[in-house]
């Protein structure tokens, strides 16, 4: 079983719907992010969390907004999609090792259209 | 602030040729440098990372990457590549006193029969 899994896998969206993407880790990590990637901009950090009551906001987080109802669950929302919201988002987790380097793991993605 | 360029954004390849996809980054701190992977419908997954110590870094499958600090550079490598290494390459950066992790934009790799 993957150890970071995304719901849903694709999503077709009109403009104006409020949207939300899941995702979920059995790694035990206390640390998890949403990205979005889009074509030739490479992936690009929309919000993180250290811990349930630590979110943050990354470069790019207008438009949207984060939950972590649990350790083991963050969800990314988008209140009222916009097509230029279309994009690839990936969901992951992170854990910092003894030498102080986080490594990250990244679930499949979510490939959403906003039409 | 960091930042990464990745030189190419396609790159394609005779199977069994030697590849190499490059990436040059700007700091004004010390990073750690990262090569990631994506096969078609799948998440990133690492390749391999530099850390510190010996500049050459020997990664899964084959790949193995050089840091050149002098010419801020960390370009990919490997010396035959497989109908099976089509993918999509990410150059990453992240500051060693930090999280955030800073992506280039990719580096698409096909390799023909």
């Known amino acids: 079983d993957a150890d970071v899994t995304q719901t849903p896998r694709n999503r077709i969206t009109k403009t104006g719907k409020r949207i939300m993407l899941e995702c979920s880790q059995t790694?035990?990590?206390?640390?998890m992010y949403w990205y979005r990637q889009d074509p030739g901009l490479g992936l690009r950090l929309i919000y993180y969390?250290?811990?349930?009551?630590?979110?943050n906001k990354g470069e790019i987080s207008d438009g949207y907004s984060v939950s972590r109802q649990a350790q083991a669950k963050f969800s990314l929302s988008l209140e009222s999609a916009i097509p230029n919201q279309t994009a690839l988002y990936f969901c992951?987790?992170?854990?910092?090792?003894?030498?102080?380097?986080?490594?990250?793991?990244f679930g499949p993605g979510t490939r959403l259209l906003v039409l | 602030a960091q930042s990464v360029t990745q030189l190419d954004s396609q790159v394609p390849v005779f199977e069994e040729a030697p590849v190499e996809l490059r990436c040059n980054y700007s700091?004004?701190?010390?990073?750690?440098l990262f090569w990631y992977v994506q096969y078609p419908n799948q998440g990133l997954q690492l390749l391999l990372k530099?850390?510190?110590?010996?500049?050459l870094v020997k990664g899964i499958n084959g790949f193995e990457a050089e840091f050149n600090k002098s010419q801020t550079s960390f370009h990919l490598r490997k010396p035959s590549v497989h109908i099976s290494d089509t993918a999509e390459y990410f150059c990453?950066?992240?500051?060693?006193?930090?999280?955030?992790?800073?992506f280039g934009a990719g580096t698409r790799l096909f390799v023909k029969a």
């Open positions: 992951a987790t992170g854990v910092r090792r003894r030498e102080g380097l986080e490594t990250q793991y």
């Open positions: 790694k035990g990590h206390d640390r």
């Open positions: 969390s250290f811990d349930v009551k630590d979110i």
């Open positions: 700091s004004s701190v010390s990073v750690y």
């Open positions: 530099y850390l510190s110590g010996s500049t």
């Open positions: 990453a950066v992240r500051n060693t006193g930090g999280f955030k992790t800073i």
